[in-house]
């Protein structure tokens, strides 16, 4: 079992930022991705980003390609999601996942990942 704790969700104006943080902890060598979620009533989860623990090229969905950055820092098994001028289309939960991936192209697939996180709210609203 993998236990993941996400933090840093707020209500912000648009064009703010947050950062977002996602710690794992228990079973963590059963992973080899991390991702992050966002759902709200009227949409289905969806992927925002995602990065492999052992390194590689983040993966992005494309409306926050250039606005967000996921990062890791495996001392901690923390994983970061740093958003930059925000929208309110990105108000939403956010939830952390973690999931063993077979492949790149799987990551936006929210089944693919085995473990998620209670979530955190992030509201853009002016």
């Known amino acids: 079992q993998v236990q993941l704790v996400e933090s840093g969700g707020a209500s912000v104006r648009p064009g703010g930022s947050l950062r977002l943080s996602c710690t794992a902890s228990g079973n963590t060598a059963s992973t080899n991705a991390m991702a992050w979620f966002r759902q709200t009533p009227l949409k289905e989860r969806e992927g925002v980003a995602a990065i492999f623990t052992g390194g590689g090229t983040p993966f992005y969905e494309s409306s926050v390609r250039i606005r967000f950055t996921i990062s890791q820092d495996r001392s901690k098994n923390t994983v970061y999601l740093q958003m930059n001028t925000l929208r309110p289309e990105d108000t939403g939960m956010y939830y952390c996942?973690?999931?063993?991936?077979?492949?790149?192209?799987?990551?936006?697939?929210?089944?693919?990942?085995?473990?998620y996180g209670q979530g955190t709210q992030v509201t853009v609203s002016s």
């Open positions: 996942a973690a999931g063993y991936l077979s492949s790149y192209n799987s990551w936006p697939t929210p089944t693919n990942y085995a473990y």
